[in-house]
Each structure stands twice: as C-alpha cells, then as structure tokens.
C-alpha cells in the first residue's frame, strides 16, 4: 500500500499567500479503549512489601486501574481506540490525511518495545488510513497534547483537513514490576503504582469559518526539570521502570505554572472564573486538589468543575485528558458553550494549554443537548 | 516563504562525549555558535534520534538536550522554548523540517532547532546494532518568498515494512534475561529504497515543476549501505548526488546532516540554487524535500 502527502509551501502551489494561518482546528471525534481486565489498588498494594503501612487508595485517591493481560499490548490499544474514534466520526480511514502516535510506550508481541518501523505506519496500515503521512512522536505524559499541538499547526496553514492523533500506553508493567523494590513511601517508584493502561485517539479537522476552534497555545518545557522523572526498561524484567521525585515535580508544578496558564488565558481573552471544566493530568486526589487550590489564589477566581476520573483508571499518561472527556461526553457532562481548559504536566517538565468551546462533538455521544 | 537553513554542525564521539544526549549537545552547540545566536531564542526544539542512552523512554531526549544548552530552562515571564521527540526513522529530519516549517512561517517561533543523533543505547550490549555513533543539528528560521525549504513529499511502502525492524526484546544475555535492542535488516533492504525513490522522484519533480537538469545538487540520506549506488542509474542522478564516505553509510538520523555539511564544505551547496533533500528510511518512508538558497 503506498500513501502520499504533498506540503506545499504558497509559493509552489497555487495557493494565495494570505490564505495561509485563516483556518482553525477543531476536535472531530474522540475514541477509547481501556482494557477490560480491573486491578484494584488493594490488588496491587498486595505484592508490595513495606517498611509500615501506606494507604495507596486513601492516599491518591486511586482505588483501580485497568492492565493489559493476555497478550495486548500499546498496538491493539491504539488500533482498537483509533477504530472507536473512527466509528463515531463521519471520516473514513481513507480521508485521514495524517497520523501521529503520541504514546510513551510502543509495545508490541506483548513488552518488545518497537522504535521502528515508527508505530503510526503500522496502526495507520492497520486501519486502512493509506493516505496519511505518518511520524511518531514522544513528550511523556504531554504527547498526546503535543501531537494535537503539531496538527492543529498543520491545520491551521492549510496544509492538511484533518487527522488522527493517537496514543496506545501499555504502562502497568512499570507497575508490576515496581512492585517488588517500593520499601518506604519515599521509594522513587512509588508513583509507578498509579499508573494504568489506555488507548486514545483523537480526530482534528479544520474548523468551519466563523468559528473559534482550538486555542492551543503556551507549550513550554522547563528543563531544568528534566531529570525528575525517568522512564526506561527495566533492569530485571521484562517492560519498564520509572524512578520519579514525585514530590519535587508536584511542587514545581505548582508553582511554575500559573503565570504560563494566565498568559494562555489572555491570550484567549478568558478569565479563570470564565472556565466551565477543567481538564487536568489525572495523577492523584492530592495533586489536583493542591494544584487546583494553588491555581484559583493565584488567578483570584475558580473554575466551575475540575473533571476526575484517576479513581477508576489511575495515570493513564499521555491519555489521560482523552480519557477524562471521553467519560464526560459519555456521561453528558458538557453541554454546548461550554468553555473546556486541558492543560498537560508532563516530565520534562512539560506545560501545554488547550482551550476550545464544547460544540457538535457533543453529538456524536448521543447528547439531547 | 519556507524554512531556512541558518547553521548546520554535526558531531563524532570524543574523549568525553559518548552518549546521544553528548552528541546532540555537541552538535547543537556548535550550530548555534555558528548562527550566533542564544539559546534562549529558540521557540523548538526537535529531536529526531532514535537510539538514545540506556533506552531512556521519559521524558523526552529533547528535554534533556535543552537543558544542557541552556534554553529556556524555566520560564521567565517571556517566550519559552518547547521541546518533544520525533520519530520518522532515518528521515525524521525532513519530518520535523516540516513540522517546524509552519510554526516559522506563522511567527509563533523564530528559530526552531533540529537535532539527529544516534548511540548504542548500552554499549556493547547489542551484537546487532549496526550504526555508528553521530549527532547533527540545524538551526532554521523563517525565509523570504522564494526561499528555503518550498516542498515536500512523502511516501510510505508498507509492504516493505519487515525490511527493517529494531525493538527492545526480553532477551538471554549469560545467565540472565536482559532488556536489549535488537535491530533486524533484510539484504533487500538498500535496494527496495532504491526502488521507492525511483518510482516516485518523477512525480515529485512533476509537482515542483523542475526537471532533474534544473536540480543543482541532490543531498541523501548516506544509509543503508548501497542505496545510493542502486540509485545510481536514474538520469541525471549520479552527477547531482553528494558522493560521500562509505562511512557516512552506517550513520543513521544524523547522515542527512554529514551530507549537507559536507556539501557545504565542498561549496557545492554555496553554489547551489534548487537542492533536492532525498531520504529513505524503514517502512519504507521516502521523503522529498525541494531547498531553495537565497539567491
């Protein structure tokens, strides 16, 4: 099968200079697939042998999380949560005109992690979307937002109409294999047993005229930040390990990332107060909570409604806002209008602001609205 | 209106400098040196290498590699610098060219960074990885009309897709089971790549309405070992391809940027009006990619 995808720069296509930047993108359709098989937290904590008693549930608010088993892996994530989002949109695969798998882990045949061929050429075969030019990318827990970042770009100059933005993470191995090594509260891979696995996939399409589409803006990493959390495959077995300074990265969370999201909401002309639901990385009870808290001082208002959902799938990584809203539309807790804030913290440190307005996407779930 | 080329500057290992993250910070240093400019000043900054220190899968190398050049390493109340991973195989270069191209074009960056560099992730520990450790970088920023990087095209042969294939197995190492690359390359390989360029160059050169006389010089990606040599026979091709050392051959992200410093080395890139960037890589994905200098 042979795919093809021409960028033209104006001055080689007969393409007018100034109709290039006029468009906006928009969130088509939003797709997912969690595993079926539920670990609880209990479960989990079962295997791990402590100096003292810790309360995981209690303390991260997390009570399961669903784990690949059986042989599946971030490829049939991927392919079976691209197949959702397709399901639910008015495009083919063939009208795809670009895929971008975003996903920390690229497992394949089980925990064989794949660098090439790039897993998006394999999912977009897989799918029959032979038209799109294909690229992986990777940013931690920010890589599906920062494939969004990089289509809506290419949907803004005109480039491409639409594409799908993919992520299959298969993370619980990093778990499982925590499991044995977690003594103290302090252990560096404590922050391995919140995680669970997803796939997600989103479709971005060229905003009809007249309309606000996405305000995806103030993607920065802060560097000197960037050895807070390693992920890598583990020594002893078989996936991955992840040694994070969880309260470190928490607290310069916090505290660096106001002023990078007031900036992102001028320059949508919004207040905080303004915001309908925030969409926030889905780490723990104790994390959103603080972090909210510290954001609505700063910014002197509050939003509306903070969406969680780490309850019953942990950190779900680069998935994770995907997740969270396709649960929302599910469970019709947007009405149109509404005003939605997602905004990445990722290792890295990665901060990325999304803003758009809750329009027909909502009726590809079924609303009455 | 496309990407331009500000600097280029590629690394080799030395006493001190054996990593990915050490060669791509070598590389780009030495690029922005050569751009004059601060680091600071970088809106993105775009990894392409593949093979990196001990598989480090979190966060992104390019974070890694922004912080040891200083960019923006916390925000200061003015631009930051944004930095991810981009993974297109041997071409990726040409991927992210085009991924920083509207971000340059639409003002929201000045400068963006693109680096390339490839290291056995545990030295020794993979018999089967054939590549020989490199770094490049090149620093772009926005062109005047006419200039830069005008067009691009890719195509992807999927039906080559085992031709060739690198993944992390679980595997006998001694006594013990280890986590260790393994990468898997088919004979046909460098031919199928010849064969894939070959059937799409005409359209490409169709689309930017030139004729192969109307290329000035023709840079590749250097691997897999003999691709370039099969290519050969196309028209016109042989006299417009950089002939470069075999060596370069057994680069891998970071050869396309051996070969375009070495064409400027030679003054034939100086000297050049219409360069045509050429890449192939596993899937198979062929990139085209039409340069126009500054006149």
């Known amino acids: 099968m042979k795919a093809r995808l021409e960028v033209h720069n104006p001055e080689s296509l007969s393409v007018r200079a100034d109709s290039a930047f006029n468009f906006r993108s928009r969130f088509e359709s939003i797709g997912v697939k969690t595993p079926a098989t539920r670990l609880t937290t209990r479960e989990l904590m079962a295997d791990v042998k402590m100096w003292g008693r810790i309360d995981l549930e209690a303390l991260t608010g997390i009570v399961a999380r669903r784990v690949c088993v059986g042989g599946e892996d971030s490829y049939d994530l991927s392919i079976s949560a691209a197949r959702d989002c397709l399901s639910r949109s008015r495009y083919k695969p063939e009208d795809l005109e670009m895929i971008i798998c975003c996903s ?65 993470e298969y993370l619980s191995s990093a778990a499982r294999n925590a499991a044995p090594h977690v003594k103290t509260v302090l252990s560096g891979q404590l922050a391995s047993l919140t995680v669970g696995d997803c796939g997600a996939a989103v479709i971005l399409e060229r905003a009809p005229e007249g309309e606000a589409g996405l305000q995806v803006s103030n993607f920065m990493t802060l560097a000197r930040y960037s050895d807070l959390c390693i992920g890598e495959p583990c020594v002893d077995a078989p996936g991955a390990q992840m040694v994070t300074a969880a309260r470190k990265i928490h607290q310069v969370a916090i505290s660096d990332s106001p002023p990078i999201l007031e900036r992102a909401l001028r320059a949508a002309g919004l207040e905080y107060g303004d915001i309908d639901h925030f969409i926030p990385h889905q780490t723990s009870i104790r994390a959103i909570r603080s972090g909210g808290k510290h954001l609505a001082r700063y910014l002197g208002s509050n939003v509306k409604n903070i969406v969680t959902n780490f309850q019953e799938y942990g950190n779900t990584a680069s998935t994770t806002h995907f997740l969270a809203m396709h649960r929302c539309l599910q469970e019709k807790v947007f009405k149109k209008g509404d005003k939605i804030l997602i905004m990445a913290f990722a290792s890295g440190l990665v901060i990325g602001v999304v803003i758009f307005t809750m329009d027909e996407l909502l009726d590809r779930y079924g609303s009455a609205d | 209106m496309g990407a331009l080329i500000e600097s280029v500057a590629v690394s080799r290992p030395g006493l001190f400098r054996r990593g990915s993250v050490d060669l791509a910070v070598k590389a780009a240093t030495d690029c922005l040196l050569e751009a004059r400019l601060d680091p600071n000043e970088l809106g ?150 010849a064969r894939c360029v070959q059937e799409k160059l005409a359209d490409f050169l169709k689309e930017i309405s030139l004729s192969m006389e109307e290329i000035d010089i023709v840079i590749p990606t250097p691997g897999p070992p003999g691709w370039r040599e099969a290519l050969a026979g196309e028209p016109g091709m042989s006299e417009r391809m950089m002939a470069l050392p075999a060596e370069f051959s057994r680069m891998h992200t970071a050869g396309l940027g051996f070969a375009l410093m070495q064409a400027r080395e030679e003054g034939r890139f100086a000297r050049a009006r219409n360069c045509l960037f050429l890449t192939v890589g596993s899937g198979i994905t062929v990139g085209f990619a039409l340069y126009r200098n500054p006149s």
């Open chain 2, 44 to 193: 993105l900054l775009i990894n392409v290498g593949i093979y990196r220190d001990r598989d480090i899968g979190e966060p992104s190398i390019a974070s890694f590699i922004q912080r040891r050049i200083k960019a923006n390493e916390l925000f200061t109340g003015s631009e930051g610098t944004f930095s991810f991973d981009l993974n297109n195989g041997a071409g990726g270069m040409i991927t992210a060219i085009m991924a920083l191209d509207g971000f340059l074009a639409s003002g929201a960056v000045k400068y963006g960074l693109v680096v390339a560099s490839d290291a056995e992730p545990h030295p020794g520990r993979c018999p089967t990885y054939p590549f020989v450790p490199a770094g490049a970088a090149l620093v772009l920023s926005q062109g005047r009309s006419g200039e830069g990087f005008l067009h691009f095209r890719t195509d992807t042969f999927t039906e080559y897709a085992a031709d060739f294939s690198s993944r992390i197995e679980w595997t006998a190492r001694g006594r013990k089971n280890k986590n260790i690359l393994v990468v898997k390359q088919k004979e046909e390989y460098a031919r199928h790549c």
């Open chain 1, 104 to 168: 920390i882990t690229r497992y394949q045949d089980g925990l064989n992690f794949v660098y090439e061929p790039p897993l998006s050429l394999t999912v977009k075969d897989a799918i029959g979307a032979h038209r799109a030019l294909n690229f992986d990318i990777t940013n931690a827990c920010a890589g599906m937002l920062t494939g969004v970042y990089i289509m809506d770009d290419f949907i803004r100059r005109g480039a491409i109409e639409r594409g799908m933005v993919i992520s299959g």
